[in-house]
């Protein structure tokens, strides 16, 4: 490798993170969007050469290949929905209706979006909440693209015509389109009510610590009156503090009251990977992530899926040496401050 070479690959690197978060952000796949960040560079390496600089910047060269990899990926592809955007609620005591044929939204690991250099600008993670993602995949391809690259990422009109090979007015009417389809889903890119990331932590360490006694009616405490609960690949979702306490109180019934929990982050959100005891061992049972609001948890999603747990490098068996939230918890789970004004 030559020192240009060697020069180019270094400027590529803060790239990384954000490209990351946009290849999400149009796939709803962390699996893909890596896997898609990775043929971005191999194709921005291969014309390296051809980079004109008074042409465009770095970045938005990037974006363009980026861009091209991810419309391509989506041709004839099924969106990525979760179990609320498909049907209408389940009751909680009805039994589970599997969708494995559905190519469900997953969740983004916060760690993936890691800034190689702490100089390089932060990627907002309030874009990448788990029901802004899943709002995008209502939208076409050209129209995610479009909103993301001028409301997300601040590309002017005329960046994002040269990006997406369209002309202003047609990313203009793009744009409209996606801004209407939003509204109709009553979603946007902020959350006014969302409380910070260490009140959002103390709400969360809560429920843990209730969740670890096994106190439904403490968990329910917690939860903001419109709660939402959804756990794919399963298409049940239902609603409200009655229902989640209900199918609460089946979980411990049928797996039990012994359980481990991993601390975990993702699109902005904080979650655990659960594990519960069988036999001799803590086996790996779900990842859940959670929205916090002021008025409470509003939204538990709950994942099932290899590729998930892959992706969050969580094993299927709890190491004795696994930093759990009672061994990582510098204080007693019973003496948590009270959250319940959140």
């Given at each position: 490798?030559t020192?240009?070479?060697?020069?180019?690959d270094?400027?590529?690197?803060?790239?990384?993170?954000e490209?990351?978060?946009y290849?999400?952000?149009?796939?709803?796949?962390?699996?893909?969007?890596?896997?898609?960040?990775?043929?971005?560079?191999?194709?921005?390496?291969?014309?390296?050469?051809?980079?004109?600089?008074?042409?465009?910047?770095?970045r938005?060269?990037?974006?363009?290949i980026?861009?091209?990899?991810c419309?391509?990926?989506?041709?004839?592809?099924?969106r990525?929905?979760?179990?609320?955007?498909?049907?209408?609620?389940?009751?909680?005591?009805?039994?589970?209706?599997?969708?494995?044929?559905?190519?469900?939204?997953q969740?983004l690991?916060?760690?993936?979006?890691?800034?190689?250099?702490?100089?390089?600008?932060?990627?907002?993670?309030g874009?990448?909440?788990?029901?802004?993602a899943?709002?995008?995949?209502h939208l076409?391809?050209?129209?995610?693209?479009?909103?993301?690259?001028?409301?997300?990422?601040?590309?002017s009109a005329?960046?994002?015509?040269?990006?997406?090979?369209?002309t202003?007015?047609?990313?203009?009417?793009?744009?409209?389109r996606?801004?209407?389809?939003?509204?109709?889903?009553?979603?946007?890119?902020?959350?006014?009510?969302e409380?910070?990331?260490?009140?959002?932590?103390?709400?969360?360490?809560?429920?843990?610590?209730?969740?670890?006694?096994?106190?439904?009616e403490?968990?329910t405490?917690?939860?903001?009156d419109?709660?939402?609960m959804?756990?794919?690949?399963?298409?049940?979702?239902?609603?409200?503090?009655?229902?989640?306490?209900a199918?609460?109180?089946?979980?411990f019934?049928?797996?039990?009251?012994?359980?481990r929990?991993?601390p975990?982050?993702?699109?902005g959100?904080?979650?655990?990977?659960?594990?519960?005891?069988?036999?001799?061992?803590?086996?790996?049972?779900?990842?859940?992530?959670f929205?916090?609001?002021s008025?409470g948890?509003s939204?538990n999603?709950v994942?099932?899926?290899?590729?998930?747990f892959t992706?969050?490098?969580?094993?299927?068996?709890l190491?004795?040496?696994?930093q759990?939230f009672?061994?990582c918890?510098?204080?007693?789970?019973?003496?948590?401050?009270d959250?319940?004004?959140?």
């Amino acid at each position: 490798m030559t020192e240009a070479d060697a020069a180019f690959d270094h400027r590529l690197a803060p790239f990384r993170g954000e490209l990351i978060a946009y290849c999400y952000r149009m796939l709803g796949s962390a699996h893909d969007a890596e896997d898609l960040v990775q043929d971005t560079y191999l194709r921005a390496w291969r014309a390296r050469d051809s980079y004109d600089a008074s042409r465009a910047s770095l970045r938005t060269w990037l974006y363009r290949i980026a861009t091209n990899v991810c419309l391509s990926a989506l041709e004839g592809r099924a969106r990525r929905p979760l179990p609320s955007g498909l049907v209408g609620a389940v009751a909680a005591d009805a039994p589970f209706t599997p969708g494995f044929e559905v190519p469900w939204l997953q969740p983004l690991p916060d760690a993936m979006l890691a800034a190689p250099d702490p100089a390089v600008a932060a990627v907002d993670r309030g874009t990448l909440r788990l029901a802004f993602a899943a709002a995008l995949q209502h939208l076409s391809a050209k129209e995610r693209a479009a909103l993301v690259l001028r409301e997300v990422l601040d590309f002017s009109a005329t960046e994002a015509s040269g990006i997406l090979g369209i002309t202003v007015a047609a990313v203009n009417s793009a744009l409209q389109r996606a801004r209407a389809r939003l509204r109709g889903l009553d979603v946007t890119t902020t959350d006014a009510t969302e409380p910070s990331d260490a009140e959002q932590r103390a709400r969360l360490d809560r429920y843990m610590a209730a969740f670890l006694r096994a106190d439904v009616e403490a968990l329910t405490r917690l939860l903001a009156d419109d709660v939402l609960m959804e756990m794919p690949p399963m298409l049940n979702w239902f609603t409200g503090p009655a229902n989640y306490a209900a199918f609460m109180r089946w979980v411990f019934e049928a797996n039990g009251t012994d359980w481990r929990l991993v601390p975990v982050a993702a699109n902005g959100q904080p979650g655990f990977a659960a594990y519960n005891r069988v036999g001799d061992e803590y086996r790996l049972h779900t990842l859940q992530i959670f929205s916090v609001t002021s008025r409470g948890i509003s939204r538990n999603s709950v994942f099932q899926n290899d590729e998930v747990f892959t992706s969050f490098g969580l094993a299927p068996v709890l190491d004795d040496a696994a930093q759990t939230f009672e061994s990582c918890s510098s204080t007693s789970i019973e003496s948590l401050p009270d959250a319940s004004h959140l």
